[in-house]
């Protein structure tokens, strides 16, 4: 069935430093792919998608690639802030968009 | 864009004792709609989606039950709560390929 893995944490980084959160997904068909971030004792909130292979997402300094021939969808940012203290989900939808299947999620910790 | 939310925000309930969290979207009509469970630390385990008004679909044998009365109301009950319930209960809305909404979630504490 579709499958979402993603790198184990806890991940610490000093500020500024470079973030990957590495994430490889199985699914039929052509799923559209998502990063979430979780605050301590928040909901989810949709930080970046990709609908197609290629596709780049981006918000927040964030970005992350779609890319069909590795099955991948990796998290990356130059420069990380204290404030990117967060869990990290990624997710991918089926194709016509019922359910969304999550990843475990990664910690990340960034220190001052 | 979507509202969702989600009361009460935490929850503190003895063992064997009903529950009813309860979720209404906003800014949105005929969403799917989702129960989602995450346990101290760990990822979502969805329990419950809801495509229509009266349909449900379970995706986890367990005491919860979910209904869905009214278009954008989305409500998680149980009978009698065992200790594993405890956990951080999320609803969440979507439509298409936008990805989910999710509500600020509920702490539940089964003692």
């Known amino acids: 069935g579709d499958s979402v893995t993603q790198m184990e944490g806890p991940v610490t980084l000093s500020e500024e430093a470079f973030l990957t959160i590495n994430c490889t997904y199985t699914?039929?068909?052509?799923?559209?792919l998502f990063w979430y971030v979780q605050y301590p004792g928040e909901g989810l909130q949709l930080l970046l998608k990709?609908?197609?292979?290629?596709d780049k997402g981006s918000n927040k300094g964030f970005e992350a690639t779609y890319r069909k021939e590795t099955t991948s969808f990796h998290l990356e940012k130059g420069s990380v802030q204290v404030s990117d203290s967060a869990v990290y989900f990624c997710?991918?939808?089926?194709?016509?968009?019922?359910?969304?299947?999550f990843g475990a999620g990664t910690r990340l910790f960034v220190k001052a | 864009s979507q509202t969702i939310h989600q009361w009460p925000a935490t929850l503190v309930q003895p063992v064997g004792s009903p529950l009813s969290l309860e979720c209404t979207v906003e800014g949105t009509s005929n969403p799917n709609l989702y129960w989602y469970r995450q346990a101290a630390g760990r990822g979502l385990q969805l329990l419950f989606y809801s495509v229509g008004i009266g349909q449900i679909s379970s995706e986890v044998p367990q005491n919860l039950s979910a209904s869905r009365p009214q278009d954008r109301q989305f409500i998680l009950s149980s009978k009698k709560l065992l200790l594993s319930d405890s956990g951080f209960y999320l609803c969440?809305?979507?439509?298409?390929?936008?990805?989910?909404?999710f509500g600020p979630g509920t702490r539940l504490t089964v003692l």
């Open positions: 990709a609908t197609k292979a290629d």
């Open positions: 699914a039929t068909g052509y799923p559209s």
């Open positions: 997710a991918l939808t089926t194709t016509g968009g019922f359910k969304t299947i």
């Open positions: 969440a809305s979507v439509q298409g390929s936008h990805g989910q909404y």
